[in-house]
Each structure stands twice: as C-alpha cells, then as structure tokens.
T-cell receptor, first 113, second 112 residues
Framework: DAGVIQSPRHEVTEMGQEVTLRCKPI?????LFWYRQTMMRGLELLIY????????DSGMPEDRFSAKMPNASFSTLKIQPSEPRDSAVYFC???????????FGPGTRLTVL | GQQLNQSPQSMFIQEGEDVSMNCTSS?????WLWYKQDPGEGPVLLIA?????ELTSNGRLTAQFGITRKDSFLNISASIPSDVGIYFC????????????FGKGTLLTVNP
C-alpha cells in the first residue's frame, strides 16, 4: 500500500514568492496533519483536519500560512508571501479515527532565499 | 506548551551493545509513540503504547508506557549499524487524542 505522498520533495524559492506544498494521505485515513521541523524548534504541529474539516490550526505561525483539504485524498499548505524564516522541512501525516499512531510522508524541504 | 524531555540527546555506542533512551513529561500522557528518522526522510513509527504499564516489543526494540503515565522508555538490544538515526518520542495528553507533542530526539551513532 502506498504511504503518505508529498510533493515537491524540495522547493527553493525567493522571499516574497508564494509556495504550495501538497499531500496525499493514506487511503482510508480520515485525519491529516501538517508539521514543520526545524533544528531550533523540532517537530511542531501546524494544523490538522478530520474528514476534510480543519479541527485545530493553533500551530499555524501567522496569517501567511493557510491550509486546505478539498477532498479526502488531497491537502495543500500554502505560504504567501514566503520569508527566509519559513525555511524548514514540512511533513504531512495521516491516521484513522480511533488510532493514536500517525504515519508520516517523506517531507518537503523548503528553502526561502 | 507541553514539553517532553528526551534523553540522552546523543549516544555513541559499539555494534552489539544495548541502548536505552527515555522521555519524561510534567503532564499525564494518553499515548506514547516512538519514531525513528533517517536523514532526508520522514519519521517512521516503531512502537505505539496506549496503556499505563504496557510493555511492547518490535524485534530488537522494546518500549514501555510508564506507570505514572508521565514517562516512557525505548530499549534497543544488540545494536547494528542500521540502527543509526534520530529517535523521537511523542505523545498525546489532555483532551486530545490526535495532537502529538514530540521530544527533541536522541541521535544514535553505532560504530561497527
């Protein structure tokens, strides 16, 4: 079975540009999570969805960040405008209702110049 | 926010040695999870724990959910070179079963 799929794997952009990260969760999973990983702050939960509805976005750093889940098999995390401090690895994860374990994708390494 | 104290930060061991790492918190946790992350990859789930006192094994790995529900440990027996990586503890607490809090990780190096 396919795991969580993320694209692109690497993204290099210039400050001020819009960045869109994409995620396809594991089929049948109804929870989807977006995380950010940096050396300074470790792994942080940004936002999570249940049945395509955002449940908790308290980890989203500021209004420049937005996330959507238009259907059960696709989610996006958008940063507009991007800043150098947004440089990090962004992970998507998914799980099923009633399960605590989350399964992570390979991540998108974002570099904002 | 809630902090998970994971120790040690790093370990350098010889192949064949056993390894132990742990996580502690000031809050009572509902679940404890252990992940391993290789360079350039996402965290991979090793073991999930759901009940206080639960002891679970996965091959050479063994993890326990502490009786106080404020700690967990992971043991690796007879380490091999491919055990190299960063190990993270994570868990949920309070009213949420889905908001994971992660420890800072333990970097394991195994000398062949």
């Amino acid at each position: 079975d396919a795991g969580v799929i993320q694209s692109p794997r690497h993204e290099v952009t210039e400050m001020g540009q819009e960045v869109t990260l994409r995620c396809k969760p594991i089929s049948g999973h109804d929870y989807l999570f977006w995380y950010r990983q940096t050396m300074m702050r470790g792994l942080e939960l940004l936002i999570y969805f249940n049945n395509n509805v955002p449940i908790d976005d308290s980890g989203m750093p500021e209004d420049r960040f937005s996330a959507k889940m238009p259907n059960a098999s696709f989610s996006t995390l958008k940063i507009q405008p991007s800043e150098p401090r947004d440089s990090a690895v962004y992970f998507c994860a998914s799980t099923k209702q009633g399960r605590g374990e989350q399964f992570f994708g390979p991540g998108t390494r974002l570099t904002v110049l | 926010g809630q902090q998970l104290n994971q120790s040690p930060q790093s370990m350098f061991i010889q192949e064949g040695e056993d390894v132990s790492m742990n996580c502690t918190s000031s809050s009572i946790f509902n679940t404890w999870l252990w992940y391993k992350q290789d360079p350039g990859e996402g965290p991979v789930l090793l073991i999930a724990l759901y009940k206080a006192g639960e002891l679970t094994s996965n091959g050479r790995l063994t993890a326990q959910f502490g009786i106080t529900r404020k700690d967990s440990f992971l043991n690796i027996s007879a380490s091999i070179p491919s055990d190299v990586g960063i190990y993270f503890c994570a868990g949920t607490f309070g009213g949420s079963n889905y908001k994971l809090t992660f420890g800072k990780g333990t970097l394991l190096t195994v000398n062949p």
